[in-house]
């Protein structure tokens, strides 16, 4: 009897140290979940997943519609350090999508892409629409080459992969052409649509909980919704802007009416050709940046302005990250 209880003892012993190794290096090999959402994450995959009601499955209730885009790059350096994203990080952070219960447009030119977005979405069939297309459909595309002999001159600053890689600049450009071509075929009819990165969301992909994105709150019908990251400067040249990467505002995430959005694309466009004449060229968020400086609203003269949140609005979110600042501040547990 004695060396029966001893027997299960070790078994037991062996079976919790087994278990605290296997939390060790799933926490140690993921870094984008804590301790406890991994604890939830393997609790949902022994006991079943959260259902969702059939009010959340069928009814288009939300008031707003999400709009993202997926492009293969293929993997490219992030930064100064020797970061890398992938196809594969994308298509992690896009699981996020299976928990948001907003209508949803994807536009990509991956099928291995689609057929994950359109997993991720069974539970939400009448509220997603993901469009396979060629990235050479919109005009943003079609400019690689001019945004190629811009990042080819002499001395001109490598910031990876916003001036070394014209894809990429080209990419940031397209989320203004992928919105206004969703709203021209009015696949879904809300007030609002926001545009959001794949990974912005990247911080809770193990957060099993279903959520939706409202408009921020005291939203202005008639501008842009954007976070505010730095402070702007009044005096900062546009060259300077392209050339030594400086940021005001982030492009994760945007928000608007559809004529708003409409406005704006029309305004985005002009502005990159503007740019490109003068042989600057970076992202979407220096873009902007140059639009509204002081020389860029002499020459450009915007006829669409923005709304601009960030913490310093005392509200609480549930990010220490100013760059996913709007996004949690829309974003409400149902």
């Known amino acids: ?14 079976c919790v140290a087994l278990f605290t190794v296997s939390m060790v290096i799933l926490v140690n090999v993921t870094s984008k979940c804590s301790l406890r959402a991994n604890l939830t994450w393997m609790k949902y995959q022994i006991f079943g997943k959260q259902r969702l009601t059939t009010e959340m499955t069928i ?9 993202t885009a997926f492009w293969d790059l293929g993997s490219f350096r992030k930064g100064n350090g020797s970061l890398e994203y992938s196809a594969i990080d994308y298509m992690d952070w896009s699981s996020v999508f299976q928990r948001m219960v907003n209508p949803l447009v994807v536009y990509t030119d991956c099928l ?33 080459n001019n945004i190629s002999s811009v990042f080819e001159q002499p001395d001109y600053p490598n910031f990876y992969p916003n001036t070394v890689l014209p894809e990429y600049s080209a990419c940031q450009h397209t989320k203004f052409a992928v919105v206004a071509d969703a709203l021209k075929r009015d696949i879904f009819r809300t007030e609002f649509y926001a545009w959001l990165d794949i990974g912005y969301f990247r911080d809770i992909v193990c957060d099993e909980h279903y959520f939706r994105l409202n408009p921020p709150p005291y939203i202005d019908k008639g501008r842009l919704c954007m976070t505010k990251i730095n402070e702007f400067s009044s005096n900062i040249s546009m060259e300077s802007i392209f050339k030594e990467n400086e940021v005001w505002v982030g492009g994760g995430m945007l928000v608007a009416t559809k004529n708003i959005f409409l406005k704006f694309e029309k305004l985005y466009k002009r502005s990159v050709e503007f740019f490109l004449n003068l042989k600057i ?10 639009l509204y400086s002081k020389a860029g609203r002499k020459h450009l003269k915007p006829d669409v302005e923005l709304q601009l949140f960030s913490p310093v609005d005392s509200q609480r979110v549930g990010t220490d990250n100013v760059w996913f600042y709007l996004g949690y501040l829309c974003r409400e547990y149902v």
């Open 112 to 144: 291995n892409f689609k057929m994950i977005m359109e997993k991720y979405r069974e539970s939400f069939p009448n509220k997603t629409k993901v469009i396979i297309i060629e990235r050479r459909k919109f005009w943003s595309f079609q400019i690689v």
């Open 281 to 290: 060229m970076n992202s979407d968020q220096q873009i902007i940046y140059g």
């Open 1 to 14: 009897m004695w060396k029966q209880v001893q027997k299960s003892r070790k078994t037991l012993l062996w």
């Open 59 to 67: 009814k288009i209730h939300e008031n707003m519609t999400i709009i």
